[in-house]
């Protein structure tokens, strides 16, 4: 069974950057589209980022241009870069699938908190 592991998050002020990690222990392809989530207090949990099985990077209007998903398969390790964050980037992340029949069990997620 796939088990998900994300990590990297801490306290940052406003403009500062970010790296979170995201472990698949398992077969990390099983998995693909995945994509990282962002769940902000009193909100549900919403796709910021997909990585697809072909093509382009998929972002949401909100953190494009600021946002890069990546993936090093040899580490079953899909990655998420942070640049120029704002206090609305404030959040728990998680990563898993995009598609539904694909998706494991949702890990504890890595928190982020912006402070401007």
């Known amino acids: 069974q796939v088990q998900l592991v994300e990590s990297g998050g801490g306290l940052v002020q406003a403009g500062g950057s970010v790296r979170l990690s995201c472990v698949v222990s398992?077969?990390?392809?099983?998995?693909?589209?995945m994509g990282w989530y962002r769940q902000a207090p009193g909100m549900e949990r919403e796709l910021v980022a997909t990585?697809?099985?072909?093509?382009?990077?998929i972002y949401a209007d909100s953190v494009k241009g600021r946002f890069t998903i990546s993936r090093d398969y040899a580490k079953n390790t899909m990655y998420l870069q942070m640049n120029n964050l704002k206090p609305d980037d404030t959040g728990v992340y998680y990563c898993?699938?995009?598609?539904?029949?694909?998706?494991?069990?949702w890990g504890q997620g890595t928190q982020v908190t912006v402070s401007s």
């Open positions: 898993n699938s995009v598609e539904s029949t694909r998706r494991a069990a």
């Open positions: 990585l697809p099985r072909t093509g382009s990077n």
């Open positions: 398992g077969n990390i392809f099983s998995m693909i589209p």
